[in-house]
C-alpha cells in the first residue's frame, strides 16, 4: 500500500486566483497522478505527473490551466489556475507502484471557488 | 474519463441483508478496481480483480468479472452501518488508464 497526504484539505478561493495542492507520498512511486471529482460526480482523470518531464494531459485539461510539478518520486503539486466557480471539485492524488497494479488515492482537497 | 455505468445509482438496504451493484465498461481491460469513498473523502480500494479471474473474494466482499460481457459485480454480505458509502468500479484499460463509473450510493439502514 502507500500513505498519501495531500495539503491543504479543503479551501475556499475567489474566482480568478490560483491554489496549488500538493501531494506527498511515504515512499518513491513510479506513477502519480491527479483527479478532479465534481459535485455528485465520479472521478475524471485530469494529467499524469511524469517525474523529470511535462505532465500528460487529458483530453479537456490543459498545461495552462491545471500545471503540475514533479520534481522526485515522492512528491507532486496541481495549481488550478484563474479559478471560477466551476473549478469547485475535490482534487484527488492517486500512485501506482507499478503498471496495472492497484492504485492508491489521498484523502483530497475540496475546493470551492466563490 | 468516464468508460462505464454503475447499477444501480442508489441501493437502500438493511443492515444484515446483502448489497449487489454493477458496473459495466467499454473496452478491453488488464483489471478491474473496486472503490469505496465515505462522504466525498479519499477513495479507499476494495479488491482488483484481473482478466484472467473469475470471481475473488476479500472478506465480507466478492467480485466477479464477466470479460465476454464487460461487466462486474460487487456483493457485500452482511451489510453493517459502516458499509454506507458511494462504490466505485473503475476499469483499468490496455491502454493503461483507469477510468472510472458513475458510482453507486449504498445506504445502510441500522
Known amino acids: 500500500s502507500a500513505v498519501i497526504s495531500q495539503k491543504p484539505s479543503r479551501d475556499i478561493c475567489q474566482r480568478g486566483t490560483s491554489l496549488t495542492i500538493q501531494c506527498q507520498v511515504d515512499s518513491q512511486v513510479t506513477m502519480m497522478f491527479w483527479y478532479r471529482q465534481q459535485p455528485g460526480q465520479s472521478l475524471t482523470l485530469i494529467a499524469t505527473a511524469n517525474q523529470g518531464s511535462e505532465a500528460t494531459y487529458e483530453s479537456g485539461f490543459v498545461i495552462d490551466k491545471f500545471p503540475i510539478s514533479r520534481p522526485n518520486l515522492t512528491f507532486s503539486t496541481l495549481t488550478v489556475s484563474n479559478m471560477s466557480p466551476e473549478d469547485s471539485s475535490i482534487y484527488l492524488c492517486s500512485v501506482e507502484r507499478a503498471r496495472g497494479e492497484t492504485q492508491y488515492f489521498g484523502p483530497g482537497t475540496r475546493l470551492l471557488v466563490l | 474519463s468516464q468508460q462505464g455505468e454503475e447499477d444501480p445509482q442508489a441501493l437502500s438496504i438493511q443492515e444484515g441483508e446483502n448489497a449487489t451493484m454493477n458496473c459495466s465498461y467499454k473496452t478491453s481491460i488488464n483489471n478491474l478496481q473496486w472503490y469505496r469513498q465515505n462522504s466525498g473523502r479519499g477513495l479507499v480500494h476494495l479488491i482488483l480483480?484481473?482478466?484472467?479471474?473469475r470471481e475473488k473474494h476479500s472478506g465480507r466482499l466478492r467480485v466477479t468479472l464477466d470479460t465476454s460481457k464487460k461487466s462486474s459485480s460487487l456483493l457485500i454480505t452482511a451489510s453493517r452501518a459502516a458499509d454506507t458509502a458511494s462504490y466505485f468500479c473503475?476499469?483499468?484499460?490496455?491502454?493503461?488508464?483507469?477510468?472510472f463509473g458513475a458510482g453507486t450510493t449504498v445506504t445502510v439502514r441500522a
Open positions: 473503475a476499469s483499468f484499460s490496455n491502454d493503461y488508464k483507469l477510468s
Open positions: 480483480i484481473r482478466s484472467n479471474e
